[in-house]
């Protein structure tokens, strides 16, 4: 694929993910996610509560609560529920994820990271580049 039409997709399928991330409950930030491998779309995710969880992230004082999952996790996650992998994949992601997350990118083969925003903490990303993982930034 040319790399226009590669960065055409980017930008399509990071919009996706921009319009997913509504989906999210949580008040202070709606963060999506998808998994696109070949072409298709094998996973998506946002961020929120586990399933069975009552939909609030914040608690009284407007802290993100401990368990309240990343759209990166609850979309790598959903995969271990299906028959695909991520084996070889990219990630879009609407933030950059955080070294938890970075994590379960590098272990879950995926190869190629997008994402619109950048976030305070650089420590996922730098991660990300150490593993040999394609690190793309398409922000604003």
């Known amino acids: 694929m ?3 039409k590669q960065h055409n997709f980017d930008l399509r399928y990071l919009e996706m993910a921009r319009i997913w991330a509504k989906n999210s409950y949580c008040t202070r930030r709606q963060v999506g996610a998808l998994v696109v491998k070949n072409n298709m779309i094998i996973s998506d995710g946002y961020n929120g ?3 069975g969880f009552e939909n609030v992230c914040e608690d009284d004082n407007g ?3 401990p368990y309240v999952l990343h ?3 609850n979309a790598i996650t959903k995969l271990a529920r299906s028959s695909n992998n991520s084996d070889g994949a990219t990630i879009y992601i609407t933030a950059s994820p ?3 997350c970075a994590k379960l990118i590098i272990q879950a083969g995926i190869k190629r990271v997008v994402y619109g925003e950048k976030y305070r903490l650089t420590d996922g990303i730098e ?3 150490r ?3 394609e ?3 398409l922000g604003e």
């Open 127 to 129: 991660l990300l580049q």
């Open 63 to 65: 802290i993100t609560k």
């Open 131 to 133: 593993a040999g993982i």
């Open 2 to 4: 040319s790399n226009s």
């Open 49 to 51: 509560t586990p399933s």
């Open 71 to 73: 759209a990166e996790a």
């Open 98 to 100: 955080c070294i938890e």
């Open 135 to 137: 690190v793309v930034y």
